[in-house]
């Protein structure tokens, strides 16, 4: 169902497909053509929670994010349930995709929440800790250890 619903994104002229992930960085649907797999898109899921954590940290939640590429651009619509994404050329009408965005946004967002409820729970394995230099937390104290880390050059 989701899929025949963003199926519709493409007849906005320059759209080459779009993808819904949850709030948690699952797939929960996609109308995009065949190279473009599930895993990668659920990599990019992943990636999409994360950019939007660090987008929120300042205590606003962004609505939309638009990443330019060389030849694409990426479009994101935050949704109360997730997150709808559309993969457009460059020359892509900008007021007509907006217009198409928010139509699908309403339609597939109670969507997103009954694909969610109906994916597995994810089973990622706890994060290592460590500093920027990869050298690991002392285990006993879970101070860091007093070497100085570096990031892009920068000690941090």
Do not use: W
Request: glycine content about 8%; proline content about 8%.
């Amino acid at each position: 169902m989701i899929s025949q619903i963003l199926a519709a994104m493409r007849d906005v002229d320059g759209v080459h497909g779009s993808f819904v992930v949850t709030r948690a960085g699952a797939l929960a649907g996609k109308d995009l053509p065949p190279m473009f797999d599930d895993a990668v898109l659920t990599e990019v899921g992943r990636r999409i929670v994360r950019l939007h954590d660090g987008l929120s940290a300042g205590g606003q939640d962004f609505d939309h994010c638009v990443m330019r590429f060389a030849d694409h651009k990426l479009y994101l619509r935050s949704v109360p349930n997730g997150f709808l994404c559309v993969l457009s050329t460059n020359g892509v009408n900008t007021p007509a995709l907006k217009m198409a965005l928010t139509l699908t946004a309403r339609r597939v967002d109670p969507l997103i929440a009954d694909a969610a409820a109906a994916l597995p729970a994810p089973s990622v394995p706890p994060p290592r800790a460590s500093v920027a230099d990869g050298s690991p937390k002392s285990s006993q104290s879970g101070e860091p250890s007093k070497r100085q880390a570096t990031y892009r050059g920068h000690r941090v």
